[in-house]
């Protein structure tokens, strides 16, 4: 079955303390990104990788970090968390960034920061 | 740049009524257009999608037409059902933004019995 696998799907920290998001796709897909939804906002990109060791920014991606070293995995991390990057994360993938190619969605990741 | 405006929500229907979610874009280029459904707990689907103007999308009873014209990409449904209950996010896809997606902010639909 083809999937986007987030984890964790809940997870409240602290101010400052580092955390990872981990992302896996099954799908041998090339091209991945990580949106975060807030109310009224919509989803807003933060970053996006076309491929293996190729990573770049999205609309808003300070605070944040990835890595791709392998194909199927895309963490997203927060080095020292703030409570404004309290949201609702999710992760995508497409076969390549087209509008032809389906890009699919992880289930989410709520954040909390206190 | 990009954005996407959706009609305010939230959307409160009963059962079998018709369903109409406004959706307006402004993109730099000729842009493809998607719907894509969260039902709770979920992540995105997508729904339907129209990669030209005059193209109508069309899936599980629900259409939406790409205007070029009136730059719009409507969502419609004859006659919705409790299981359509969900939040729909219009988005844009334009050729220069990398596989990015830009998004409305969502519309929320609750279908009563």
């Known amino acids: 079955e083809a999937q986007v696998t987030q984890n964790p799907r809940y997870l409240i920290t602290v101010t400052g303390k580092k955390l990872t998001v981990t992302c896996s796709q099954n799908m041998n897909h090339e091209y991945m990104s990580w949106y975060r939804q807030d109310p009224g906002l919509g989803l807003r990109q933060i970053y996006y990788?076309?491929?293996?060791?190729?990573?770049d920014k999205g609309d808003v991606p300070e605070g944040y970090k990835v890595s791709r070293k392998e194909k199927r995995n895309f963490p997203l991390i927060l080095e020292s968390p703030s409570p404004n990057q309290t949201s609702l994360y999710f992760c995508?993938?497409?076969?390549?960034?087209?509008?032809?190619?389906?890009?699919?969605f992880g289930a989410g990741t709520r954040l909390s920061v206190l | 740049g990009n954005s996407v405006t959706q009609m305010e929500g939230p959307v409160t229907l009963s059962e079998e009524a018709f369903l109409t979610i406004n959706c307006t874009y402004t993109a730099t280029g000729y842009p493809s257009l998607f719907w894509y459904v969260q039902y709770p707990g979920e992540g995105l689907q997508l729904l339907l999608k129209?990669?030209?103007?005059?193209d109508k999308g069309s899936n599980k009873g629900f259409e939406a037409t790409y205007r070029k014209e009136t730059t719009s990409f409507h969502l419609e449904k004859g006659s919705v059902q409790v299981s359509d209950s969900a939040v729909y996010f219009c988005?844009?896809?334009?050729?220069?933004?990398?596989?990015?997606?830009?998004f409305g902010q969502g519309t929320i639909l609750t279908v009563h019995p």
């Open positions: 995508a993938s497409s076969l390549l960034p087209s509008p032809e190619n389906i890009q699919y």
């Open positions: 129209a990669t030209k103007a005059d």
């Open positions: 988005a844009l896809w334009e050729g220069t933004s990398y596989g990015k997606l830009t």
């Open positions: 990788s076309m491929n293996v060791e190729v990573t």
